[in-house]
């Protein structure tokens, strides 16, 4: 007899599954996609497909989704927070504090967890995830910190950036600091080269550290579009901010000691006396940067508590701009290509620092590089090197002046020439001998506006019939901040706007201005990246009359306005019909009309 079967056992109670405990087959998350489906960032089609992929995949509907690009991160982590009734939030490294973030969970455990603590106030830590349902291990944070819990949903790019810049930054920072207060040596070796040689491998363990703070700090600021870097030293601690948009951020706080090495490894960089603290010096740095090859110009000056550095960021990307795309009005673009058409003759560009000048330069040195043209610029220092341009470096200390490198140039032959800089009478001349024996000169002058340049270059001494015979055109620039592409909006123009604007009612009847809300993209400012505005002065025949019967400057102005010029003034205000910038960003630029 065969043996009685087993009575069939009972498929035992299933565990209940954490929704997070999901495997790879992810929960397929239908409320996801409905909220999606809600928000509209995805067609009922792609919802669809999304869905199938994910089945077909085995793979989570997030993932379906990105990998079919059928919705960004951004769209699903705020479709995923509204879902599980949590606040969103895009982390902007530039707001969160080194040592919230690294004091309250550990590097593993964060990454572990795919979570980053972003904020701390009033005994809350706030928290953010991506996964909203994966476990959250709230006991034990609570445990370490003895701080009550808040969630938010950031994207998972946002966390892991976090992640990995903040631990490396921290732990390189504490970990130098620990080794240079241990080690005596340290600070004898700071000024020898071997101790803080280029390469983190064959380093002296000591040194590795420093390069690597330094190294996390100069990627920071290329992902933040940062234009400079200033190393502040105080008396306890040494301020380290970035220049974004023309604005000054601050964003790390650094040991005195650790900015100590940190100071010698910039100018082992960049080619300065490490041993030499008390004389400003100046050097450069190229460093590839995400396959770029981007140079940093360093400057360093004693200041009552040690050196302080700047590094400007030299991006030729952003450097070598089209001239399509510095700002100039549509308006005013045809003359501008009229003046750089000319084979002979000189350009100027006029505006404070910072204004754009060199940009507009290059960008126009860049328009008219072909192999048959001999291109030569005279700049002080080089700030971006171009192989298709012969590159002078002034240097005085070597007698290689703005007005005998120029003498040089001309003796070679060039086609072109760019002279960064007309500051001095004898530049101011050669510059205009340049011109006036067939080549086409373009330079700076430090005014205000277009017609005052005239002036300006009869101040250095250029007689009346050089600069008539000369002299092409003169633009003034500034630049202004664009509003936020992530947080700007409509609004009727405001009665101050108005005012400010100084238009007529009718004028405003049906227009519509935008400014930024403030957002994580623009750290809160309401704008970001900037747009030259322009003053295009063409040397006309009348000009040219006035110049010669000893016009001022308010005449040039005046006859300038009457064959068409427009002020930087009314460039800004077409930014504001144009949406693309704000009133209170064109006074902050150009000032109050009155
Ligand atoms: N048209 C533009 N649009 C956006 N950003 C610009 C533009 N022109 C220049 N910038 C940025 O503004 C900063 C200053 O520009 P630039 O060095 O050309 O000014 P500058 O007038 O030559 O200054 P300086 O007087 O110090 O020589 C740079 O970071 C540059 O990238
Ligand atoms: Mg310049
Ligand atoms: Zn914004």
């Not at 089945?55 to 699903?76: C, D, F, K, P, Y």
């Not at 819990?149 to 892991?160: G, K």
């Not at 009457?562 to 910038?581: D, I, S």
Request: hydrophobic fraction near 40%; include cysteine; charged fraction near 25%.
């Amino acid at each position: 007899m065969p043996p009685s079967a087993p009575p069939p056992r009972r498929p035992p109670a299933a565990p209940p599954t954490p929704a997070a405990a999901a495997p790879a087959s992810a929960p397929e998350r239908p409320e996801l996609l409905a909220t999606l489906l809600a928000q509209k960032a995805v067609t009922p089609e792609q919802a669809e497909r999304a869905r199938r992929a994910a089945r077909l995949g085995n793979v989570s509907v997030e993932h379906a989704l990105l990998q079919g690009g059928l919705a960004t991160e951004v769209q699903i982590a705020q479709a995923v927070a509204a879902h599980a009734g949590l606040p969103f939030a895009r982390l902007n490294p530039l707001d969160l504090d080194l040592d919230v973030v690294t004091g309250a969970l550990s590097g593993p455990f964060a990454r572990r967890h795919g979570i980053v603590a972003i904020s701390k106030a009033n005994g809350v830590l706030t928290v953010a995830v991506h996964d909203p349902w994966a476990p959250f291990p709230a006991d034990e944070i609570k445990q370490k910190t003895g701080l009550e819990l808040r969630r938010v949903v950031a994207t998972r790019s946002d966390i892991e950036a976090v992640n990995k810049g903040f631990y490396d930054l921290k732990t390189s920072l504490t970990t130098a600091q620990k080794q240079l207060e241990s080690s005596r040596v340290s600070n004898v070796d700071l000024g020898n080269q071997e101790f803080l040689s280029a390469s983190t491998d064959e380093l002296d363990p000591a040194a590795a550290p420093v390069v690597r703070a330094l190294d996390h700090m100069l990627t920071y600021a290329f992902e933040q579009r940062a234009s400079d870097i200033h190393f502040e030293p105080k008396r306890e601690l040494t301020l380290v901010r970035l220049r974004i948009d023309g604005v000054l951020h601050d964003v790390h706080v650094i040991p005195k000691i650790v900015y100590q090495a940190l100071v010698s490894r910039i100018k082992l960089l960049s080619g300065c006396n490490i041993a030499e603290k008390r004389r400003p010096q100046d050097g450069r740095i190229k460093r590839e940067q995400g396959g770029r090859e981007v140079e940093l110009r360093v400057s360093t000056m004693p200041t009552a508590f040690g050196e302080k550095a700047v590094l400007r960021i030299f991006d030729p990307d952003i450097l070598l701009k089209g001239v399509d795309e510095l700002g100039l009005s549509p308006r005013d673009l045809p003359r501008f290509y009229e003046f750089i058409a000319r084979t002979d003759g000189i350009l100027l560009v006029t505006g404070p620092t910072g204004s754009g000048k060199t940009t507009t330069l290059y960008s126009i040195l860049k328009y008219l590089s072909r192999p048959e043209v001999n291109i030569v610029t005279i700049e002080d220092p080089i700030e971006m090197v171009h192989e298709d341009f012969n590159q002078v470096a002034v240097r005085p200390q070597i007698d290689v002046t703005f007005a005998n490198a120029l003498r040089t140039v001309l003796r070679q032959d060039p086609d072109v020439i760019m002279v960064g800089e007309i500051r001095d009478a004898e530049t101011a001349e050669h510059a205009v001998q340049a011109a006036l024996t067939g080549h086409l000169v373009f330079s700076t002058l430090h005014t205000n506006d277009a017609p005052s340049s005239v002036n300006r270059l009869l101040d250095l001494g250029v007689p009346h019939f050089l600069i008539t015979s000369t002299l092409i055109g003169v633009l003034a620039q500034r630049l202004m901040r664009v509003n936020c592409a992530h947080c700007s909006e409509q609004h009727a123009p405001t009665r101050e706007e108005a005012a400010e604007l100084a238009l007529p009612e009718d004028a405003m009847t049906g227009v519509l201005f935008r400014a930024g809300r403030g957002c994580l993209e623009c750290r809160q400012t309401g704008y970001s990246g900037r747009d030259g505005i322009y003053e295009v002065m063409a040397m006309t025949e009348r000009l040219r009359q006035l110049v010669t019967d000893r016009a001022g400057a308010n005449e040039i102005h005046k006859a300038a306005r009457a064959e068409g010029l427009r002020t930087l003034r009314e460039a800004g205000v077409e930014k504001v019909f144009r949406g693309t910038t704000t009133v209170a960003e064109l006074v902050r630029v150009t000032g109050r009309a009155h």
